[in-house]
């Protein structure tokens, strides 16, 4: 671990876009209308903006409503559309193409639910205020619901997956069951739960890592860990609503 010595501006403390890079490990690009950019801590996100990770790299974004996204390895990542308004003008629209992704729902979800959706190739997911996650690959989609409740809508039905249960689409059907259970096939359930473990690890260890920021800011200490950095987000006061 070093330690470097940062002088902490007010340029730094303000937020961009519709939100910011919390943590990167390994490599990942960044895809908008002006180029293709390398993925780096604290770069800015903005609407329309595709986050294509490569294999064992992960990248964890913060939005202005305090939405925590984590992208997982090999994965393909669009963040469509987001306001931060009132009940009647805030909206996300996200999608996956591929790959694993884990969202910890923010303001938005409590102010306007109904206009806060996450797409993946065959699904349209609807929240109540929660933390989901899906992975999504060629032949199959497994939604996990962590807490709170989401609405899943593929083939023209609606699916509600409570906490602790995971919606699994193949081609053959589609069937909601118990997280702890053994899913169709064992082989996409160890590819699954090494991600979901990553990932998990890889929130813990933001959230130790900004305590321990939140503890040296007086001296402008920010701490860069090997291959991943973890920085003191912009901290956002916001109008109570």
Known sequence: ????????????????????????????????SSGTLDVTNGMAIEAADEITTSEKSRVQVLLQDDTVVTIGPDSIFVFDAFR?????????????DRGFFRVVTGKIAKLAPERY???????????????????????????????GKIKVFIDE????????MVFEHTKEKNEIRPLESTPLDEKDEESESDTVKQVMQDDELYDAQIADVTQQEEVGEIIDVETATYIKVPTVGFHDR
Do not use: P, Q
């Not at 010595?5 to 943590?23: D, E, K, M």
């Not at 699904?123 to 619901?145: L, M, N, P």
């Not at 039905?157 to 602790?164: E, I, P, Q, W």
């Open 1 to 32: 671990m070093r330690i470097l010595l940062l002088l902490l501006t007010i340029t730094a403390l303000a937020w961009s876009g519709i939100g910011n890079i919390g943590v990167i490990t390994g490599n990942a690009t960044l895809k908008r």
């Open 84 to 96: 931060f308004g009132d009940e009647k003008s805030s909206e996300v629209k996200m999608h996956m």
């Open 117 to 147: 959706t996450v797409k993946t190739a065959s699904a349209t997911i609807g929240i109540r205020g929660t933390d989901f996650s899906a992975d999504v690959k060629e032949e199959s989609e497994t939604i996990t619901c962590h807490k």
């Open 157 to 164: 039905t609606f699916y509600l997956v409570d906490a602790g």
